[in-house]
């Protein structure tokens, strides 16, 4: 059995995906330290001038010890207007932005406290509209008690995996010859970024690659998950 492990980002990239896509069951990382300016809060969309980072405020305490279950939504600032009215704007002639405008109309009208939930709940949206059925897991509910490469391989055995599929930035920080001694396979996303039909693309404004997944799906509907795959027609 295949584990893949992420912290909940906002509004992921299509590589979030595919990771999922390509294990058997996915653990989110709600246990480990929240790290600030990074995917867990923000990520980008396609304009007609380019991309934005569509960033959800979050008050950060600024130390080691703040875990990702634990961060907040400030909600002084009227994030949801900014985000939901830069979705219309952008993406309001997208083929299949209407198919999805119910989803996210409700999720930038309700008011969030956790930044977790609001992720979680909208990367489980869709991944129900790719058709990714796959276990999905709270590290805090494994109850992990280690750390860095242990806290990897301690996940794998308390969910009888036999294999880890890390994202390739794994190659940098992981251990691998403790997967070794732990007899648990550790093998590494290879992600190739498809290209799709994309808005606002001329000649001398070209395709745009790493924008959210709200990118390929408002413009590319149900054959999303074709594309994620790179199945060709």
Known sequence: MIVAVHQPQYIPWLGYFDKIDKCDCFVFLDNVQYKHREYQNRNK???????????????????????????????????????????VSDY???????????????????????LIDLNIHII?????????????????????????TDRIIEICQKLSADTYLSGIGGKVYLEEE????????????????????????TKDDPFLR??????????????SVKILRGVTC
């Open 45 to 87: 969309i396609r304009t007609k001038s380019g991309w934005i980072w569509l960033t959800v405020p979050v008050v950060y305490k600024g130390h080691s010890s703040q875990k990702v279950a634990e961060v907040v939504i400030d909600t002084s600032f009227d994030w949801q207007k900014k985000h939901w009215g830069s979705l």
């Open 92 to 114: 309001g002639k997208a083929v299949f932005f209407e198919e999805y405008r119910p989803f996210f109309e409700a999720v930038y009208a309700k008011k969030w406290e956790r």
């Open 124 to 148: 489980t949206y869709i991944l129900k509209q790719l058709k990714i059925e796959k276990p999905l897991y709270y590290e805090t509910a494994i109850g992990t008690t280690t750390q860095a």
């Open 178 to 201: 403790k997967f070794t001694r732990s007899g648990i396979k550790l093998t590494y996303q290879n992600f190739a970024h498809p290209q799709y039909h994309q808005q606002f693309v």
């Open 210 to 223: 790493y924008m959210s997944i709200l990118d390929l799906l408002f413009n590319e509907g149900p054959e």
